[in-house]
């Protein structure tokens, strides 16, 4: 039934339920996609920042070193000035941009976790989903807490808001394979890695943005090799959604139900909604991580290439010689005793001559 | 530069497991200019580079075939005798 297709007073009450799902679903889709625009306009204004940075390092570098020449003269060291100025301004712009932008992320979840309470049976009322409890999964990402800590949130979250879900899991992508990262029990951790090693149910075949559904994970036709599966927990249903950005996968998020039981159908779009949820904070954790190694890798590469300059000037001197002739001699150094170049020039800064062999 | 010497950087970055990207801040970090650019296209197709520049990107390639233990080396482009 397409959203808006029919007048309301027409509908009986379950269908009229069924439209208002299909309208709400329909709000989260497009509600989700803005999300993945805003990662991406915060992704791209990080990395914007960390050159900038970068910029106005090198230049005080060049500065001093030009300075040290008597190579600068006021207009220069003016000009330059207002440049990293200027960029520190339009730093602040973006900063405020992201701030504006992350206070209508905020205002979108509630919204979402809004739509979804509307949509529960009112049987279901006391288990149906709050937005304060979403609003907790959007609130860690503006907090930037360790990538463990908001994986354990986001099962949390499950296990409290999706109706008879015994035990939520998640398996992140590493080098190209899912890996289970962490659960509510150890059972649905052991089920994760069942599934993974002989590569069919729900968690090995959750696309991203999909979702597999099972009644029993033992008794489902589709994959036969889990009827092999001995543990006494196995005899469950599962839902499991695939988290990810475009066609790469993040990760699975797993639910699983009571033992002998299945997850009724309208838990499906409250599940749907929680991977939406964990999806976005995932991925800006993992966003936020990835830039912060990238930084740190960077800093110390900076920092290796002043050790070596130092050195190169060093030999320079004392021998008379070229900037390629002495690093030629920090690489022959390096490659006879085996140990990193770096390692070369910081004995040559510190004791103003080579290591021995 | 000889001709095949570029053409050993590629599969010698595979067998190291460096990215490109990984490769270029390595080299970076010894002291290399060239932008990322520019090293991938001097890998990928022979596009110019110093031998200077070559040499430092060999270094960086020959630091990680020393971090793995794997006693593998890429030939350097500047032949030097003993000092």
């Known amino acids: 039934m397409e959203a808006g297709s029919f007048d309301d007073e027409q509908l009986s009450p379950g269908h009229r339920r069924d439209h208002n799902g299909a309208r709400a679903a329909d709000a989260d889709r497009r509600e989700a996609e803005a999300d993945l625009r805003e990662i991406a306009a915060d992704a791209r204004e990080r990395h914007i920042d960390a050159r900038e940075r970068m910029l106005d390092r090198w230049e005080r570098t060049i500065a001093a070193r030009a300075a040290d020449l008597y190579a600068l003269d006021d207009v220069d060291e003016e000009d330059r000035e207002q440049a990293r100025l200027q960029r520190e301004r339009d730093r602040e712009r973006r900063r405020d941009d992201a701030d504006a932008r992350r206070e209508a992320a905020i205002e979108r979840e509630v919204k979402r976790a809004e739509r979804a309470a509307r949509a529960t049976r009112p049987a279901d009322t006391a288990a149906a989903a709050e937005p304060a409890r979403f609003a907790r999964l959007v609130a860690a990402a503006q907090t930037d807490p360790p990538l463990e800590d908001v994986i354990d949130l986001v099962l949390e979250v499950a296990v409290d808001t999706v109706p008879g879900c015994a035990a939520a899991s998640i398996t992140l992508e590493a080098n190209g394979r899912m890996h289970p990262a962490a659960a509510t029990a150890p059972w649905a951790a052991d089920l994760d890695a069942a599934q993974l090693e002989v590569g069919c149910g729900p968690t090995a075949a959750a696309a991203p943005g999909g979702i597999v559904v099972t009644d029993n994970l033992v008794a489902d036709e589709r994959w036969p090799r889990l009827a092999e599966l001995s543990s006494p927990d196995a005899a469950r249903g599962a839902m499991s959604f695939g988290l990810g950005v475009g066609e790469t996968t993040a990760g699975v998020m797993t639910l699983y139900s009571n033992l002998g039981s299945s997850f009724p159908d309208h838990t499906f779009p409250i599940g749907d909604m929680l991977a939406a949820h964990a999806t976005v904070t995932l991925a800006r954790t993992i966003e936020r991580l990835t830039f912060e190694a990238q930084a740190e890798a960077w800093q110390r590469a900076l920092a290796s290439r002043d050790a070596i300059g130092q050195a190169k000037g060093i030999l320079m001197q004392q021998r008379a010689t070229t900037a390629d002739e002495a690093f030629h001699v920090l690489r022959e150094t390096s490659q006879l005793l085996n140990i990193k170049l770096r390692k070369v020039a910081e004995h040559v800064v510190s004791e103003r001559r080579l290591p021995d062999a | ?83």
């Open chain 2, 1 to 83: 530069m000889s001709t095949s010497a570029w053409q050993a950087l590629a599969p010698a970055c595979r067998r190291a497991d460096l990215s490109i990207v990984a490769l270029h801040l390595r080299y970076v970090a010894l002291g290399g200019v060239a932008p990322l650019s520019t090293l991938t296209a001097h890998l990928a197709s022979g596009a110019p580079l110093s031998a200077m520049e070559h040499d430092v990107a060999v270094h960086a390639i020959n630091e990680r075939f020393l971090e793995l233990d794997d006693g593998e080396r890429v030939p350097y482009e500047i032949a030097r005798g003993p000092r």
